[in-house]
């Protein structure tokens, strides 16, 4: 059964350090979505992509971020200059472009620790 | 803005005790209603969806129903592997479908 699959699945970085997380998509799917769970909180929206552009984001997602696709493949969420505020983990999401089919479907997630 | 407010917060069943946990909903217009399941450290495993007042989704132990206000999981007989987090999340518009999830109801089923 097709999955999202998400590196590393751990990562632990000092404050200031750029990270990047990874994510492979199901592959006919064509909606992409980063959350974030801190730890005991509700799982949180942050941007959703399609057709190669951001389509939403929400006020958690500034400058500090951005995503990527940048092959028929992957799809990626960098984080320029960590905070320790940003210590959390990092779902990825995928969903079919389908009529009556919304249903996201979620990566094991990424566990970014920051020191 | 839409608000998702799940109970009981914990519950803690014996292995065959049913039960139910609610999701109440506030949103503008309610386009979708996801429940997903999630285990210690790994990411949520998707349920069912429901769209509209009435419909009901059932799969194995599990039973869900929406209002216009709120859903409900239906835990049949449960056994100790349903142990989990089961969180619900809302839908409200636009095309991009981003969830507004709920805190979730952790639930531990004893043998």
């Known amino acids: 059964e097709p999955e999202v699959t998400q590196t590393p699945s751990h990562q632990v970085t000092q404050m200031g350090q750029e990270v990047i997380l990874r994510c492979v998509p199901i592959s006919n799917h064509l909606y992409f979505y980063w959350y974030r769970q801190i730890l005991g909180q509700k799982v949180e929206f942050l941007v959703s992509?399609?057709?190669?552009?951001?389509?939403?984001k929400s006020e958690i997602f500034d400058d500090q971020f951005s995503v990527e696709r940048p092959d028929g493949s992957n799809f990626t969420l960098k984080i320029r200059s960590t905070k320790l505020e940003d210590s959390a983990m990092y779902f990825c999401?995928?969903?079919?472009?389908?009529?009556?089919?919304?249903?996201?479907?979620f990566g094991p997630g990424t566990r970014l620790t920051v020191t | 803005e839409d608000q998702v407010t799940q109970s009981p917060e914990a519950l803690r069943l014996q292995e065959g005790e049913s039960s139910s946990l609610n999701c109440s909903y506030t949103?503008?217009?309610?386009?979708?209603l996801f429940w997903y399941r999630q285990d210690p450290g790994k990411g949520p495993e998707f349920l069912f969806t429901?769209?509209?007042a009435g419909e009901e989704k059932e799969k194995e132990r599990l039973k869900a129903t929406l209002t216009k206000k709120e859903s409900f999981l239906h835990i049949t007989a449960p056994k100790p592997e349903d142990s989990a987090t089961y969180l619900c999340?809302?839908?409200?518009?636009?095309?991009?479908?981003?969830?507004?999830f709920g805190k979730g109801t952790l639930l531990t089923v004893n043998p």
């Open positions: 999401a995928s969903r079919a472009d389908r009529v009556g089919s919304y249903e996201q479907y």
């Open positions: 999340a809302v839908h409200s518009g636009g095309s991009n479908y981003k969830l507004t």
């Open positions: 992509f399609y057709n190669n552009e951001i389509s939403e």
């Open positions: 429901l769209y509209s």
């Open positions: 949103v503008s217009g309610l386009r979708g």
